[in-house]
């Protein structure tokens, strides 16, 4: 698909078909993941790839939707902030990081004709737990990754001349 396209096509996802996703489409959406730029090229991320088979309610309690778990896989994406570059005065860039590796993992999953939905208001406690991760990590972003059940609707979105600036405020 060509990339204007893609990116006034892709959506959220809510509705999913149980349809296993092929590896080789995995594997492509992780690997457009893995080439996402990050400040100095430190990549301060890791990605939880996890089969929802037999772990929806303990996955749940990450996020409490039932789309959440309908498809095969849920993708996590976790900060790891001792690894990450900080700017002058001191602002670390592993939040930024994942979230430029997320959107490249997403348009890949479109590309691919996949649906993901970015979930930022999960229970990052539940994360901690029910995913073991270590202190050193910091749950940033979910997307469920399947085959959506849905359709494409136009999105609304702001005006260019009310989101750009030209040289100063």
């Not at 208001?121 to 059940?149: K, Q």
Request: glycine share 4%; charged share 25%; with cysteine.
């Amino acid at each position: 698909m060509e990339f204007s396209q893609l990116i006034e096509t892709r959506y959220s996802v809510r509705a999913y078909k149980p349809d296993q996703v092929e590896d080789s489409k995995l594997k492509q959406v992780l690997e457009a993941a893995r080439l996402a730029p990050t400040a100095a090229n430190r990549q301060p991320f890791q990605l939880v790839v996890i089969h929802t088979a037999d772990r929806e309610e303990e996955l749940k309690r990450i996020y409490d939707k039932d789309w959440f778990v309908q498809p095969p896989l849920v993708i996590g994406i976790f900060g790891v902030p001792g690894l990450a570059w900080s700017r002058r005065d001191g602002m670390n860039y592993h939040v930024v990081d994942a979230t430029i590796v997320m959107d490249h993992l997403i348009l890949a999953a479109a590309n691919a004709e996949l649906g993901t939905c970015w979930i930022g208001d999960f229970d990052p406690d539940a994360a901690r737990e029910t995913l073991g991760l270590p202190d050193t990590v910091e749950p940033i972003a979910f997307t469920p990754l399947g085959y959506p059940t849905n359709e494409y609707k136009p999105k609304k979105r702001k005006p260019l001349s009310d989101l750009v600036r030209y040289e100063s405020w």
